[in-house]
Nanobody
Framework: QVQLVESGGGPVQAGGSLRLSCAAS????????MCWYRQAPGKQRELVAA???????NYVDSVKGRFTISRDNDKNTVYLQMNSLKPEDTAVYFC???????????????WGQGTQVTVSS
């Protein structure tokens, strides 16, 4: 019913920047929270940043001051601007959204397929 498609990942040198995008499509009435998670090899998936429909944001300590999450509610899209990238930021980045498909239904969680970010030193 709802698809999340990420883009913008790739290789980058330490100190560089990337901007990830995630567009939600399908049967969407409203989207509550939208998040970016990441998973490095051999590690658990961790929450990187979150943003509510009202624009409130939250970040994991390791990216504060370097990453910025934003969203365009008209386009059902969330962004992650990543600056001053470090090798330890290397991971697959996943988009997550909590979506209501109707005004009276339940809210469901959806995941994107992931996009690889590789930071070289």
């Amino acid at each position: 019913q709802v698809q999340l498609v990420e883009s913008g990942g790739g290789p980058v040198q330490a100190g560089g920047s990337l901007r990830l995008s995630c567009a939600a499509s399908g049967l969407i009435f409203s989207i509550n929270v939208m998040c970016w998670y990441r998973q490095a090899p051999g590690k658990q998936r961790e929450l990187v940043a979150a943003i509510t429909s009202g624009g409130s944001t939250n970040y994991v300590d390791s990216v504060k001051g370097r990453f910025t999450i934003s969203r365009d509610n008209d386009k059902n899209t969330v962004y992650l601007q990543m600056n001053s990238l470090k090798p330890e930021d290397t991971a697959v980045y996943f988009c997550y959204a909590e979506v209501m498909s109707t005004g009276w239904g339940s809210q469901y969680a959806y995941w994107g397929q992931g996009t690889q970010v590789t930071v070289s030193s």
